[in-house]
């Protein structure tokens, strides 16, 4: 009995220096990702920041277009533990599917650099932008393989590995701010995003790998034809959701000042703190999401438990932020102080994810391909729309005002969705 106590003792002082050492890691990336932008947007003018974060969409953008199916196929295999029934260890489809993702990026980056060149030599005009989007094109396959593999983990509940493979690009950003001389050109910032990705694509591989590791001769695995054909079924919906989380900024982007496309990046990567943190809260109250022993298709009453304890983490974690809204853009002062309304609404982006979180989860298990087209390519030409038409009078208004949107006619249809599926069964 005394040791069996001592066992327990000794399991919940780990248990709780393991908490302590996860909440210190997410402060530390969170203090990054506004350290790195509040660098960034002090050593460039509203109008550099606006053409810099430009390229970011560039990067991020293409790479969600291209990976989408990917993920969302990974995502089924991993939440569904199909591992069991298809004999394909997560880790194998993983490294499966980044090949051809990496194979894809790389094509579509070859062509963008010919177009490129050619634009390089026919409009010299444009030789400064092109310098300075050239790494982000080149950046593609590097953010689509890190944001895959943290999508994967991400589907594993081991959201961590997502926030500390983001060091890497935040810390790039920091030390080209650092080391930058007072005349240097914006290429160089592009250049040190660029490095950056390379690193986060490197840890994110060996997070991964340590996750979902796989034996020697498995990596030489062909992917299997119904593997291929189940991906290549799901290329609509991920181009969709592409669309849907990266259409208001593309519409942003082109038809925009410069400086709202800066006044917006500055209010979105604030607010994504709260996907830094809000990921380990809902788990942490919604525990039954980390049995490997829990039923695929969830009952009602533990589906309904996990969406209270997802609004109550999300709203109490939440409404502190948007107390604190005008002394958190105080910190970037003007012109980025100005844009409240723009911050609260992209706060009410990342409270809507992660109130329906569960019931995403649940919607990609059991997946019903023709609902989730009809809820993805419904918020996705919302979202487009509503931001094509009020950009040119709202600028960066628009476009959170359309992701918010977005946001919650994908959410509320996933719960809606969930709840349709869901097991009338009481046993948890």
Sequence with gaps: MAE?????GEGSTTAAHSWIGELLLRLLGAALQILATWAVVHALTPEEAGVYFRGFVIALGLSTLLRGKYEIYLAQHIIGRRAITTGIPNGVLLMQLARRMLLRSSLLCAVLLVVTADLDIQAPQLQTILQTYLPFVLAVPCVGLSSLLGEALRAANRTLGIVVAAYAVNLSMLLAVVLAPADASLALYSWAFLLGSLVSAGVAAALAWRAFPIERGESRLPIRREALQGVDSRELIGLARGLLLWGPLCVLAVWAPPI?????AVAARTALIVDIFLPALNLTGCRETLTAT?????PRR??????????????????????????????YGTPYDSQLTVYVLLLGV?????????????????????????????????????????????GALAAAAASLIGALIVNGRAIGMALSTASPSSSS
């Design 260 to 264: 709202q496309m800066a006044q917006y």
């Design 4 to 8: 069996t106590a001592a066992a327990g």
């Design 350 to 394: 990342q409270w809507a994810n992660g109130v329906g979180r569960p019931a995403v989860r649940h919607a990609v298990v059991e997946w019903n391909a023709r609902r989730i087209g009809v809820a993805v390519g419904s918020g996705a030409v919302a979202v487009v729309l509503i931001c094509a038409l009020g950009v040119t009078a709202y």
């Design 302 to 331: 533990l589906l309904l438990r996990q969406l209270a304890g997802a609004l109550v983490y999300s709203s109490a974690f939440v409404v502190p932020l948007l107390v604190l809204a005008p002394v958190t853009l105080a910190l």
């Design 294 to 298: 829990q039923s695929v298709q969830a």
